[in-house]
T-cell receptor
Framework: NAGVTQTPKFRILKIGQSMTLQCAQD?????MYWYRQDPGMGLKLIYY???????DKGEVPNGYNVSRSTTEDFPLRLELAAPSQTSVYFC?????????????FGEGSRLTVL | AQSVTQLGSHVSVSEGALVLLRCNYS??????LFWYVQYPNQGLQLLLK??????LVKGINGFEAEFKKSETSFHLTKPSAHMSDAAEYFC???????????FGTGTSLTVIP
């Protein structure tokens, strides 16, 4: 019963490097989300997807890209990492629309950009 | 646009005392409201949700929240705090038109033995 799995859990990047945060869910959920969490700021939505092949921007999409080629996977790509992208990133999924359903979160990926 | 405001970024209570975490919302349409809990080094999990049924909502671990439209509030309470309640609590409101949640900035609860 894995739920939402995120990898890696920790990563240190140098400025200008790129990387992909992986997210996979085994609950056959249509909706998937990427959030970033910064101290005192709560969670901000980066991108979301309502199904395979469909993605849309959230509140803070700049500097990130996503793809959704399968129902299970929703990777987040960071191009040209900047110190402002130091954060904890959470992937989440839901079966129903978020206004009626429950979001299931992964355990997070802590990224530091130096 | 919808938003939530959580009053008090840090709350401390003694073990056995009442827990009260405050949340006020702003919404131009009837909202759906949620409380999530985050234990250290973990993701968020749903405590309870209000989706226009009963105004007093009961959740897991003895928590409950009351929707008060006149006060635009959705405060979280628990009659008697337990050490295991120490965590970060987030209030959230849903945007029905855009399939998104909006989270508050969180309240860190400390339980003093």
């Amino acid at each position: 019963n894995a739920g939402v799995t995120q990898t890696p859990k920790f990563r240190i990047l140098k400025i200008g490097q790129s990387m992909t945060l992986q997210c996979a869910q085994d609950m056959n959920h249509n909706y998937m989300y990427w959030y970033r969490q910064d101290p005192g700021m709560g969670l901000k939505l980066i991108y979301y997807s309502v199904g395979a092949g469909i993605t849309d921007k959230g509140e803070v999409p700049n500097g990130y890209n996503v793809s959704r080629s399968t129902t299970e996977d929703f990777p987040l790509r960071l191009e040209l990492a900047a110190p402002s992208q130091t954060s904890v990133y959470f992937c989440a999924s839901s079966y129903l629309k978020p206004n009626t359903g429950e979001l299931f979160f992964g355990e997070g990926s802590r990224l530091t950009v130096l | 646009a919808q938003s939530v405001t959580q009053l008090g970024s840090h709350v401390s209570v003694s073990e056995g005392a009442l827990v009260l975490l405050r949340c006020n919302y702003s919404s131009s349409v009837p909202p759906y409201l949620f409380w999530y809990v985050q234990y250290p080094n973990q993701g968020l999990q749903l405590l309870l949700k209000y989706t226009s049924a009963a105004t007093l909502v009961k959740g897991i671990n003895g928590f409950e929240a009351e929707f008060k439209k006149s006060e635009t509030s959705f405060h979280l309470t628990k009659p008697s705090a337990h050490m295991s309640d120490a965590a970060e609590y987030f209030c959230a409101v849903s945007d029905q038109s855009r399939n998104q949640f909006y989270f508050g900035t969180g309240t860190s609860l400390t339980v003093i033995p």
